[in-house]
Nanobody, 123 residues
Framework: QVQLVESGGGLVQAGASLRLSCAASGRTFSNYDMGWFRQAPGKERVFVAA????????GYADSVKGRFTIARDNARNTVYLQMNSLKFEDTAVYYC????????????????WGQGTQVTVSS
């Protein structure tokens, strides 16, 4: 089992920045690819960003490319999502997830999920 706890969400104005954190405990963090997903009201949960187990590769949804950056610190068992130039349409609950190596952007591959953190961007 891997337990994931997100933090760092909040209410910001458009154009602002936020950094989300996801602290992991349980099994060896560095064994897992990590992803961030988000779910807006009335919509499906969708991929935002992912990073491989060793941080060697990252991937992003087109909607956030160039604005969001995913990073991880395996010594601290933590994954981050730096969100810059936030837009109203970024408003959602953001979830971090852990999956086996090769999970990439595929939501169904991720095995463990946090409880989510709310990000609200006012226009």
């Amino acid at each position: 089992q891997v337990q994931l706890v997100e933090s760092g969400g909040g209410l910001v104005q458009a154009g602002a920045s936020l950094r989300l954190s996801c602290a992991a405990s349980g099994r060896t963090f560095s064994n897992y690819d990590m992803g961030w997903f988000r779910q807006a009201p009335g919509k499906e949960r969708v991929f935002v960003a992912a990073i491989t187990w060793n941080g060697g590769s990252t991937g992003y949804a087109d909607s956030v490319k160039g604005r969001f950056t995913i990073a991880r610190d395996n010594a601290r068992n933590t994954v981050y999502l730096q969100m810059n130039s936030l837009k109203f349409e970024d408003t959602a609950v953001y979830y971090c997830a852990a999956g086996p190596r090769g999970s990439r952007w595929i939501l169904s591959e991720y095995e463990y999920w946090g409880q989510g953190t709310q990000v609200t961007v006012s226009s």
